[in-house]
């Protein structure tokens, strides 16, 4: 029998979207909790009539519930165990733990796997945890262990990562570092073949943008002859791919020193004494601002999230319309635009709309030659749609 958790009863008629498996309870759908729960612990959910609906993460905040499971089951390490299990047979489905050119890749992505709130990315023999939810951070311990287990020992370092992505109770405030291992880590990472440089201690994320490996490889293969500009570059990546796409030239671009030297970093390693590289720390607004018209003729345009809350969506797609803006009206005639959001609350039509409006603004003539989201080990709920958080166009300006 599975223990006994503190019960949480929905007002009546909000039980719908779980019946429908999305795996959020929000806040308005409460009715009362028994008990009252602490933030982060396992609770059960019940619609108004008393009957069992999921079992859960709750927390402070608009989501109040993260849904670990439809069943009336025990959150234990054996349940972990079995998640981190269906997540590595996937990725081992994609051939990502094969392939000797390539040692990085997601093992779980939040919702994507089932586990809510809880990010993993591996590098080599290292893991990076990254907690979204309380819930997840207290139970890290446990899903360390349940982690390595599940990997069958092939995962020697797991480094803890949340301090930057926890925003509750100071009596739960997390603190990075080693769960497991930790002693002469390589921080060399490989994709595709090329090398980088992964700073998970102290890098954004997890130490390196996993999510547009497939992106940067279509990248490459239109690189060859042309003048590409890289705009937030942070550790360059889709720099490496165009030189070894054959770009003339390459300019990275990024507001944060570190991240130059990390780009720096990464080019000579990949490109002993390459003099098609130059990189500016700069901001990229400005930069896009003051370039020459004609300079590049691919341009990639990746910056962070402008929007992480609805409130400042608005503001958000004012930024985009202006980022997209100054670069189509820039570029080369016949040149190729990259260009992202990693916004979860920009959906692809609010994107899309913001391109189109700023592809308005300048009259060029702009054809989408591609649709881009996120790669397979990013996986997408089908009953979470807010879990496709990368949205992507290719553009050809005439």
């Known amino acids: 029998m599975p223990m006994s958790y503190k019960k949480i009863y929905l007002n009546p008629g909000k039980e719908e979207s779980l019946k429908r498996f999305h795996p959020w309870v929000f806040s308005g759908a409460i009715h009362h909790a028994e008990d009252h729960p602490e933030e982060g612990e396992i609770v059960e959910i019940y619609d108004s009539q008393k009957k069992f609906l999921a079992t859960g993460h709750c927390q402070i905040g608009s989501i109040a519930v993260r849904v670990l499971s439809f069943k009336q089951e025990?959150?234990?390490?054996?349940?972990?165990?079995?998640?981190?299990?269906?997540?590595?047979?996937?990725?081992?489905s994609l051939g990502l733990n094969k392939l000797s050119y390539n040692n990085t890749y997601r093992l779980?992505?939040?919702?994507?796997?089932?586990?809510?709130?809880?990010?993993?990315?591996?590098?080599?023999?290292?893991?990076?945890?990254?907690?979204?939810?309380?819930?997840?951070?207290?139970?890290?311990?446990?899903?360390?262990?349940?982690l390595k287990e599940a990997l069958d020992n092939c995962i020697e370092n797991i480094y803890y990562k949340s301090e930057g992505t926890l925003p509750f109770k100071a009596e739960?405030?997390?603190?990075?570092?080693?769960?497991?291992?930790?002693?002469?880590?390589?921080?060399?990472?490989?994709?595709?073949?090329?090398?980088?440089?992964?700073?998970?201690?102290?890098?954004?994320k997890?130490?390196?943008?996993?999510?547009?490996?497939?992106?940067?490889?279509?990248?490459e293969k239109y690189a060859e002859g042309r003048n590409v500009l890289n705009m937030f570059c942070y550790?360059?990546?889709?720099?490496?791919?165009?030189?070894?796409?054959?770009?003339?030239?390459?300019?990275?671009?990024?507001?944060?020193?570190?991240?130059?030297?990390?780009?720096?970093?990464?080019?000579?390693?990949?490109?002993?004494?390459?003099?098609?590289?130059?990189?500016?720390?700069?901001?990229?607004?400005?930069?896009?601002?003051?370039?020459?018209?004609?300079?590049y003729d691919l341009i990639i345009l990746d910056p962070p999230a402008f929007a992480k809350h609805r409130k400042v969506l608005k503001n958000a797609l004012q930024g985009y319309k202006k980022l997209n803006a100054t670069a189509i009206a820039k570029i080369k005639p016949g040149g190729i635009i990259f260009t992202f959001?990693?916004?979860?609350?920009?959906?692809?039509?609010?994107?899309?709309?913001?391109?189109?409006?700023?592809?308005?603004?300048?009259?060029?003539?702009?054809?989408?030659?591609?649709?881009?989201?996120?790669?397979?080990?990013?996986?997408?709920?089908?009953?979470?749609p807010e879990g496709e958080y990368i949205k992507g166009l290719i553009l050809f300006v005439e």
């Open 74 to 92: 025990e959150i234990n390490r054996d349940f972990w165990k079995k998640r981190f299990e269906t997540a590595w047979t996937l990725r081992q």
């Open 108 to 146: 779980t992505h939040g919702e994507g796997d089932n586990m809510p709130g809880l990010i993993t990315d591996i590098y080599g023999k290292t893991a990076v945890m990254q907690a979204h939810s309380p819930g997840m951070h207290l139970a890290r311990i446990e899903l360390a262990e349940a």
């Open 235 to 295: 550790t360059g990546g889709f720099s490496c791919y165009a030189l070894r796409g054959g770009a003339k030239k390459v300019h990275s671009v990024d507001s944060s020193a570190k991240a130059i030297d990390l780009t720096n970093e990464n080019v000579a390693l990949n490109f002993p004494n390459e003099t098609r590289h130059c990189s500016f720390a700069e901001d990229a607004f400005k930069y896009l601002e003051k370039m020459d018209a004609s300079a």
């Open 341 to 384: 959001s990693c916004s979860q609350v920009v959906t692809k039509e609010d994107f899309r709309l913001a391109v189109f409006s700023a592809a308005a603004q300048t009259g060029r003539n702009v054809k989408i030659l591609h649709q881009l989201t996120q790669q397979a080990d990013h996986p997408i709920n089908i009953y979470h």
């Open 206 to 219: 997890t130490g390196f943008f996993i999510d547009q490996r497939d992106n940067r490889s279509l990248l």
């Open 172 to 204: 739960l405030e997390a603190e990075d570092g080693y769960l497991i291992g930790g002693q002469n880590v390589s921080g060399i990472a490989f994709e595709n073949g090329l090398q980088f440089k992964v700073d998970w201690e102290k890098g954004q």
